[in-house]
């Protein structure tokens, strides 16, 4: 092993395996050093490096066209006592899984109902080394697992080992790469001083590159949000209920408004009736003239969304008889999901139409400015096998992905300016282009949790929603306004709570931080980016305006040099050690958990000085001109 550390490989070293017609074929190890090229039985393979990863071509030497099973990379790195793992995922689960125990018993799969990023990173003990692969061209079903350390039959870890190789398996079991003239796919691969989230940043720019993927802009996709769905039980939504929220929360900030699950019949929160999910048209009980609903709304200068689950279908509905030879099938058995309903197939060309054809019909019928597309996230992880409908794809990924393809297409054609809400499941690089926001995937009463899967989100998505904020009466002001400045830290700010209920005070915290995020829209237009390699400090912005956030457990904070700067405090801290990347006198201002000033002075910053913030309140500091300030 003392070889090994004095003359170590370029890290991680890949190896490649594939299985075509009927053969098994196992190339030799490469590092970023060195590819390989050779030829065994009539077949060629050949590696072609790059900057930060490599590609490879397999072909037959005669040039026939081949039928391929499936292709497996293997990347081997040091076995350390790795402090953050980030295995592939869409951005929702990945916080539960992130140490290093995962690894060796951890198998993680990219599916339909979690089309995330087939992507790995793995961060040293300091976070100053992280260790980064994925797959940038292969993105339909796949799988990785940890080949090296094994656990035994008997559960038990086989000790005594040095390396770790994790192995992403193209695709997945159950499915096949299929017959090709060639095998042509590229790989991320690269070591770097920052943090996984950069990391992920840099594969996820790649990834897009390569498809030539494009980003719709709408400005509206950064108006703040207010969701009927957790504010009750969606029993309770109806014009009413609606109306006196829509009020308060348009005289908060508010701009769009989305009537979720339930404004067309019983909702998933609901137990004790039939659901008719499949069948999107108003209650009567609820809404007796949706449309004349929706347009008092948008004169009221609010954008409206409604909720469309495209492929679910309940045995209850009225459109269950005419689509179910329709729903994905199991062996010829129609799979039903937990929730109690079926899943149209969206690898069939006609289950594409249907749902375009809903689309159109709902906003000529009922005149929305766009939809709230959720669940796909319910549909099984395993192929349509079976039934008396067709495919022109057997990756119920790529048939997702042509479903928001096709709906994005119809929502530009009736409502060139819509708006269309995904969610992180299936929200991913690449599917970010059929829609204008990516919204992180349910954490009621959990801000923590919606900080971290938003953060994720950020490294590549162009606008990230929040889940929406459902704060109970008992929260304090001050707590409300710490995740009030999470949710800004992370995204566009969301809500779906009954705003009559709540106290005046905790809407005064709403107010206040909606009416700064209104106001610096700016701030909020580009990336964000971490200051610190625990994600606990922030910055907002660019040039002369600036803002930083400090969460969690953050004491110090790096600031730029910029020439207004707000400093967010969501600790319970009353005072940071600042790190000014300009020395100096500064004017500052003091805000209160509701951003009422409550204080102004003059400081002195230099390295590690003590600046005093409220406790979810704010500071803003102003370079004093001709004072002596130096970069």
Same mark, same amino acid.
């Given at each position: ?9 370029? $890290? ?44 490879? %071509? ?20 040091? #076995? ?12 929702? +689960? ?56 094994? %656990? ?67 400005? @509206? ?75 008092? %709304? ?45 899943? #149209? ?12 054809? +809903? ?44 479903? +928001? ?8 054609? $009736? ?17 970010? @282009? ?45 707590? #409300? @306004? ?5 949710? #800004? ?132 500091? +102003? ?6 300030? @130096?970069?």
């Amino acid at each position: 092993m003392g070889h090994m550390r004095d003359n170590p490989p370029q $890290w991680p070293v890949a190896e490649i395996r594939l299985r075509a017609d009927g053969q098994e074929f196992v190339f030799p190890a490469f590092g970023k050093d060195a590819g390989i090229r050779t030829e065994m039985g009539g077949y060629r393979f050949e590696t072609r490096l790059r900057v930060e990863g490599f590609e490879i %071509l397999f072909t037959r030497a005669d040039g026939a066209t081949m039928d391929v099973d499936w292709l497996e990379a293997r990347f081997t790195v040091p #076995l350390l006592h790795f402090s953050k793992v980030i295995l592939p995922d869409g951005g929702r +689960e990945y916080i539960f899984r992130d140490r290093a125990l995962f690894l060796r018993s951890q198998v993680t799969q990219v599916t339909a109902p979690n089309d995330g990023h087939p992507f790995v990173a793995l961060t040293d003990q300091t976070g100053t080394r992280t260790w980064a692969f994925g797959l940038l061209t292969f993105w339909r079903e796949s799988t990785c697992r940890c080949m090296d350390p094994l %656990l035994s039959a008997r559960k038990a870890m086989r000790g005594g080992h040095d390396l770790l190789t994790l192995a992403f398996r193209m695709p997945t079991e159950g499915w096949r790469y299929g017959p090709v003239k060639e095998v042509r796919e590229a790989f991320y691969c690269a070591e770097c001083p920052d943090s996984w989230f950069h990391a992920l940043r840099r594969f996820t720019a790649l990834s897009r590159r390569r498809f030539g993927v494009r980003y719709p802009r709408n400005p @509206a996709a950064l108006d703040p949000v207010w969701c009927t769905w957790t504010a009750w039980c969606s029993d309770r939504m109806n014009d009413q209920t609606v109306q006196a929220n829509a009020r308060i929360a348009r005289h908060l900030g508010i701009r769009t408004l989305i009537l979720d699950d339930g404004w067309f019949g019983p909702g998933l929160d609901t137990d004790d009736r039939p659901l008719n999910i499949g069948d999107y048209e108003p209650d009567r009980a609820k809404f007796s003239d949706l449309a004349s609903t929706i347009r008092s %709304l948008k004169q009221e200068g609010l954008s409206v969304l409604l909720w469309y689950a495209p492929t679910c279908l309940s045995p209850d509905s009225r459109a269950f008889s005419r689509w179910k030879d329709h729903r994905i099938a199991r062996e010829g058995e129609p799979v039903m999901a937990p929730n109690g309903f079926y899943n #149209l197939c969206p690898c069939d060309p006609e289950v594409r139409a249907y749902v375009c054809g +809903e689309i159109a019909r709902m906003i000529a019928g009922y005149e929305p400015d766009g939809f709230k597309i959720d669940l796909y996230n319910t549909l099984p992880t395993t192929p349509c096998t079976g039934g008396a409908h067709s495919h022109d794809t057997e990756s119920v990924i790529e048939g997702v992905r042509r479903m +928001e393809a096709a709906i994005w297409a119809e929502v530009q054609k $009736w409502c060139p300016r819509g708006l269309v809400e995904l969610k992180q499941n299936y929200g991913n690089v690449l599917s970010a @282009a059929f829609g204008t926001m990516v919204r992180a995937g349910d954490t009621a009463y959990d801000a923590d949790t919606n900080f971290h899967r938003c953060i994720y989100l950020q490294t590549y998505a162009p606008v990230v929603h929040n889940d929406y904020l459902a704060a109970s009466v008992h929260d304090t002001p001050r707590d #409300l @306004a710490v995740m009030m400045i999470k949710s #800004l830290t992370a995204g566009v700010p969301t809500f779906s709570l009954d705003l009559p209920r709540q106290p005046a005070e905790n809407l005064a915290v709403i107010k206040g931080w909606l009416e700064f995020y209104n106001a610096n829209r700016a701030l909020w237009r580009v990336s964000r980016e971490p200051l610190d390699r625990r994600l606990e400090t922030w910055r907002m912005g660019r040039g002369r305006v600036q803002a930083v956030s400090a969460l969690f457990d953050a004491a110090e904070l790096k600031l730029p040099p910029a020439e207004r700067l707000y400093v967010l405090n969501g600790t319970g801290r009353a005072f940071f050690h600042v790190y000014p990347g300009r020395r100096g006198r500064y004017r500052t201002v003091l805000f209160d958990p509701a951003v009422r000033p409550i204080g102004e002075k003059r400081v002195s910053l230099t390295e590690g000085s003590r600046l005093s913030v409220p406790s979810g309140g704010l500071a803003l500091l +102003e370079v004093e001109a001709g004072k002596g300030n @130096a970069r």
